[in-house]
């Protein structure tokens, strides 16, 4: 009697550790919907769903995909210990910060037949400017004085739900400029059935747009951040810029 007794104290302790251990190791991660390349097959694939995926080996991941505004919301929510396309901020929240995970090669593109001329980011103001949510705190001192609320810049200026309709507002309106990177404007475009020959490209400095994941606990940081690091060591997030037709530019080992 003593000895079942005593195997079902072991059994029991060895249910319950793992079941912390499986609790521990389930992320849920608050990511953006489909933006190929970066995002795709209902985040199936894409560069940034294999970083994360390859970055945190021992981790059960479920995505759980909505718009950029909601985004920053989840963790607060209680739907998901994780969130994608962070940007760091003193917020009463208490959340873990990486390292930077993927970077965004952005343009000023423009409707060819306007012939609109965009020498610098002061040429913008006064367009009809689309961009994604959040846009003037990641794009450079001259673009947050233009374009924060209230800001000059501020009155013909949207900020669309995700990257397919940031791309399909655009299409929209024949006077509208976008803010984006090329890699996803060339791929809603294409699927719209557009040519980039029906654009210009503006060679103005904007910067590559870099975020973080923002975690809930320590633990998944520290791995995440571990993770990331063996991936640029080994050349794999080379590699997978490669692989998904993304310019070396987006790297953000370097």
Request: net charge negative; charged share 25%.
């Amino acid at each position: 009697m003593q000895n079942n007794g005593l195997k079902q104290l072991v059994l029991i302790s060895f249910l319950f550790g793992y079941a912390l251990f499986t609790s521990a190791s389930e992320l849920k991660v608050a990511i953006e919907e489909d933006a190929p390349p970066y995002v795709g097959n209902n985040a199936e694939r894409g560069l940034e769903v294999d970083v994360i995926l390859k970055s945190l080996p021992g981790y059960s991941i479920t995505f759980l995909q909505m718009s950029w505004g909601d985004i920053p919301k989840a963790i607060g929510r209680g739907i998901a210990n994780a969130e994608a396309n962070a940007i760091e901020h003193g917020g009463p929240e208490k959340y873990y910060y990486s390292k930077y995970y993927i970077g965004f090669v952005n343009y000023a593109i423009s409707h060819k037949n306007k012939g609109y001329k965009i020498d610098s980011v002061n040429d913008l103001v006064g367009h009809d400017l689309i961009v994604w949510q959040g846009a003037h705190l990641t794009l450079g001192p001259d673009f947050k004085r233009l374009f924060s609320p209230g800001a000059p810049g501020r009155k013909n200026y949207v900020e669309a739900d995700n990257s397919e309709d940031q791309v399909l507002d655009f299409w929209r309106n024949p006077d509208s400029i976008i803010i984006v990177d090329k890699s996803i404007f060339m791929n809603f475009t294409i699927v719209e059935g557009h040519s980039m020959d029906e654009v210009d490209i503006h060679k103005i400095f904007l910067p590559v747009t870099k975020f973080k994941m923002a975690f809930k606990n320590e633990k998944p940081r520290d791995d995440f951040n571990k993770g990331l690091d063996r991936l640029c060591a080994k050349g794999e997030y080379a590699k997978l810029l490669k692989e998904y037709g993304i310019p070396e530019k987006a790297n953000i080992c370097e």
